[in-house]
C-alpha cells in the first residue's frame, strides 16, 4: 500500500509525532494532523483522506463528535476512523465503534499493531 493519506487528530504534539512516526512505514504517505475535531473538519474540507486517526480527549470537538460528524456527512461517511485514546473503559470503545468508528486502540499504542490494524482496515475497503 502506497501513497496513502492519513488524518491524524491528536492534542498532544507528542503523540501526533508517535502516530506519524509510526505511519511512515507505508511508502509515500502523506500525513495531515489536527489538534482538535474542529481543526480536523476544516483540514478535510480541502482534503482528501484515506483514514483517519483520531483521540478522543480534546479540547473544543472531542474524538466522539468527530466521529459522529464524519460519518453523518455523505462526502466523508466512507473515510475509516480509529480511535486511538487513553480512554480504555469499555463503554467508551462500545461508543466509539457504534458510532462508526472501524477501529479501538488503547494508548501506549505499539507501531506493529497499528500498522496491522491499519492495514487489514484497508484491505477490507478496497
Not at 509525532?17 to 504517505?29: A, E, H, M, Y
Not at 473538519?41 to 478522543?56: N, R, Y
Not at 479501538?104 to 506493529?112: A, G, L
Request: net charge neutral; hydrophobic share 40%; aromatic share 4%.
Amino acid at each position: 500500500m502506497e501513497n496513502l493519506r492519513f488524518l491524524i487528530v491528536e492534542d498532544s504534539p507528542t503523540m501526533r509525532q508517535l502516530i506519524s512516526f509510526s505511519l511512515k512505514r507505508f511508502k509515500g504517505c502523506k500525513i495531515v494532523e489536527a489538534v482538535d475535531g474542529v481543526d480536523a473538519l476544516k483540514k478535510l474540507q480541502g482534503e482528501e483522506v484515506d483514514l483517519i486517526l483520531t483521540d478522543i480527549n480534546m479540547p473544543v470537538m472531542d474524538g466522539l463528535k468527530l466521529v459522529t460528524l464524519v460519518k453523518q456527512n455523505p462526502k466523508l461517511r466512507d473515510i475509516p476512523i480509529i480511535i486511538i485514546t487513553t480512554e480504555g473503559a469499555q463503554e467508551d470503545r462500545e461508543k466509539g465503534l457504534s458510532l462508526g468508528a472501524e477501529a479501538y486502540i488503547s494508548k501506549p499504542i505499539q507501531s506493529s499493531g497499528l500498522i496491522k490494524v491499519i492495514t487489514e482496515i484497508l484491505e477490507k475497503k478496497k
